[in-house]
């Protein structure tokens, strides 16, 4: 069992940035792929970045390339999102999920293969 448990989310205006954290327990995340997704108000949930256990590997949605990074410190248990040049469209509620994985490079931006889900962090982007 994995517990994860996102921060970092608040209030910012357009063009500014925020840095989303998500602290794993209960496992060692390094076993695990990572993702992140986003859920605005009336939308389904939607991919937008993950890396592979290993840190090696990263896909992004299109719509946040070149302004977000996700990346991991496994020693510490924790994946972030750095999110730069932040737009209104990026209002949502972030979550961090995880998967099980035996291969180092593994990544996937596939909803139903994480195992494991965030209770979120709401990220509000003002104009």
């Known amino acids: 069992q994995v517990r994860l448990v996102e921060s970092g989310g608040g209030l910012v205006q357009a063009g500014g940035s925020l840095r989303l954290s998500c602290a794993a327990s209960?496992?060692?995340?390094?076993?695990?792929?990572m993702g992140w997704f986003r859920q605005a108000p009336g939308k389904e949930r939607e991919f937008v970045a993950a890396?592979?256990?290993?840190?090696?590997?990263?896909y992004y949605i299109d719509s946040v390339k070149g302004r977000f990074t996700i990346s991991r410190d496994n020693a510490k248990n924790t994946v972030y999102l750095q999110m730069n040049s932040l737009k209104v469209d990026d209002t949502a509620v972030y979550y961090c999920?995880?998967?099980?994985?035996?291969?180092?490079?593994?990544?996937?931006?596939?909803?139903?293969?994480?195992?494991?889900w965030g209770q979120g962090t709401q990220v509000t982007v003002s104009s």
């Open positions: 209960g496992r060692t995340v390094s076993n695990y792929a």
């Open positions: 999920a995880a998967t099980f994985t035996a291969r180092d490079s593994y990544i996937t931006a596939v909803r139903d293969e994480y195992n494991y």
């Open positions: 890396i592979s256990r290993s840190g090696g590997s990263t």
